[in-house]
């Protein structure tokens, strides 16, 4: 998940070097594309559990029309607010969204290590948030507040939309149906719901071979890559966990707009990262063994107990 975190955090800073391509078209081809290479790689395991699939077709449908929504709003709002400050608003919702999701459908429990975690990491994107603004309306290149706001809006649509496709994947993973076949679903037919917009934004993306190399990497790398290691974090651990990890790809997008753009991050932004580095510290630090005979107290499933049982365990294994 961590991995994955990072390979999305780059996603902002490669769009800089296609500015002329814009962010629905640059949405359509990451994860259209990303989407439609991870249906094809899967598409033996998809062939082999069709019968699973079908007998879950509205959460199939669920999931794709969320990985359809998400890409155009996560851009749109990136484009509209700033790199850093829509990354932060669309991954710093999700843990909420995605945890008010399996607590309306699941009936998850929250236990206090989660919520510590959870509001260390929204305090840190916070922070990132104000950090960011504050740069970017002092500066030259100071945006319209509508913008911004309309901007942010479409971060929370995006952080919804991706709660909705984690919680999916991982909702047919756990009835049975394995990480590939789940991801190669959900993520095809979104991919297939994103192939009009590409086709009617995405002209500039072979105007230049720069163009096209910024396409062909969000595809590849960030979406593909990154969604494959994705699934596979969904097979152990529950979706508002997962989310709540991802909250690592704001940090990386921030450090690399310093790094590899040039921006300047005031020392708020700097303070976000490390409460951002405390959230996943807490999260993935393994559980104390438990005492032999004694018998481990449990609050529920889902982003409770066990969620950390399994971070535990999944840690254990690597």
């Known amino acids: 998940m961590l991995v994955a975190s990072v390979l999305w955090g780059t996603t902002g800073t490669a769009a800089t070097f296609a500015p002329a391509v814009g962010p629905l078209a640059i949405g359509a081809a990451a994860m259209g594309l990303g989407g439609l290479l991870q249906a094809v790689m899967a598409a033996p395991r998809i062939a082999r559990e069709a019968s699973g699939l079908r007998a879950r077709r509205g959460v199939v449908a669920l999931g794709a029309l969320a990985v359809g929504a998400y890409p155009l709003a996560f851009y749109t709002s990136m484009h509209l607010a700033g790199v850093a400050a829509g990354t932060v608003v669309s991954i710093g919702s999700a843990p909420l969204a995605s945890a008010l999701v399996e607590r309306a459908v699941d009936g998850s429990r929250l236990t206090r290590r989660w919520m510590t975690g959870a509001a260390m990491g929204l305090c840190g994107t916070v922070l990132l948030c104000v950090a960011e ?7 030259s290149d100071a945006r319209p507040m509508a913008s911004t706001v309309l901007g ?7 952080g919804f939309t991706y709660a909705l496709y984690s919680w999916a994947a991982h909702r047919l993973i756990n009835s049975g149906v394995t990480s590939g076949a789940a991801m190669g679903t ?4 979104g991919g297939l719901l994103l192939l009009p917009v590409l086709l009617a934004t995405g002209a500039p993306l072979v105007d230049s ?18 969604y494959v290691l994705f699934g596979w974090g969904l097979a152990h651990i529950p979706a508002s966990t997962a989310t709540t990890l991802s909250l690592l790809e704001p940090a990386v997008a921030a ?5 590899v753009v040039g921006e300047r991050l005031p020392s708020l932004g700097w303070a976000g990262i ?3 580095v405390g959230c996943l510290a807490v999260l993935t630090a393994p559980s104390p063994p ?15 107990e066990g969620t950390k049982n399994v971070i535990s365990e999944s840690l254990e294994l690597r």
């Open 255 to 259: 450090v690399l707009a310093v790094l």
């Open 152 to 158: 942010i809006g479409l971060g929370l649509v995006a």
């Open 133 to 139: 603004a504050a740069r970017s309306h002092s500066g």
């Open 274 to 276: 490390a409460l951002v």
């Open 290 to 304: 438990v005492a032999k005979g004694r018998v481990p107290h449990r609050d529920g499933g889902g982003a409770g």
């Open 209 to 226: 071979w720069t163009n096209a190399g910024v396409g062909a990497y969000m595809a590849l790398v960030p979406m593909f890559l990154g």
């Open 186 to 189: 959900v993520f095809g037919l």
